[in-house]
């Protein structure tokens, strides 16, 4: 019965999610932590690079109503942080398309994913610093 339940709630997740958008950290929240961690950062005179967060594939995106804008408002919030505390913003969108061949569970990179990620960063870094 409990699996038939969670079945029937993931399968119809896109459904249930546009009636009720589900976030773990509201956005004024997020924006409170980055501001907090960039204020202490800055203290230090460290040099920072804040990274995006990477638009999950379609497959993913199509499951959760909402999810792209949720991720394009939070890195939103991000550019804004890198933009008033003079850090540096890596779109990581920029190299990492909607493309599912980069995560083998449509969220977290796999191997050839964090390689392209490094390389990209590397780069970043080398431009920057």
Same mark, same amino acid.
């Given at each position: 019965?409990?699996?038939?339940?969670?079945?029937?709630?993931?399968?119809?997740?896109?459904?249930?999610?546009?009636?009720?958008?589900?976030?773990?950290?509201?956005?004024?929240?997020?924006?409170?932590?980055?501001?907090?961690?960039?204020?202490?950062?800055?203290?230090?005179? /460290? %040099?920072?690079?804040?990274?995006?967060?990477?638009?999950?594939?379609?497959?993913?995106? #199509?499951? +959760?109503?909402?999810? @792209? *804008?949720?991720?394009?408002?939070?890195?939103?919030?991000?550019?804004?942080? /890198? %933009?008033?505390?003079?850090?540096?913003?890596?779109?990581?969108?920029?190299?990492?398309? #909607?493309? +599912?061949?980069?995560? @083998? *569970?449509?969220?977290?990179?796999?191997?050839?994913?964090?390689?392209?990620?490094?390389?990209?960063?590397?780069?970043?870094?080398?431009?920057?610093?």
């Amino acid at each position: 019965m409990r699996n038939g339940v969670i079945h029937f709630f993931s399968k119809n997740r896109s459904f249930f999610t546009k009636h009720r958008n589900i976030v773990y950290v509201e956005k004024d929240e997020f924006a409170r932590n980055v501001w907090r961690v960039c204020r202490a950062a800055q203290q230090t005179g /460290s %040099k920072v690079i804040i990274l995006g967060i990477i638009m999950p594939p379609v497959s993913v995106l #199509n499951r +959760s109503y909402g999810f @792209d *804008d949720n991720v394009n408002e939070y890195n939103k919030i991000l550019f804004n942080a /890198s %933009k008033e505390f003079q850090f540096e913003f890596a779109d990581v969108n920029k190299i990492i398309s #909607n493309d +599912s061949d980069l995560c @083998d *569970d449509g969220i977290h990179l796999n191997k050839y994913g964090n390689e392209l990620l490094a390389s990209y960063l590397l780069e970043v870094i080398q431009n920057c610093f």
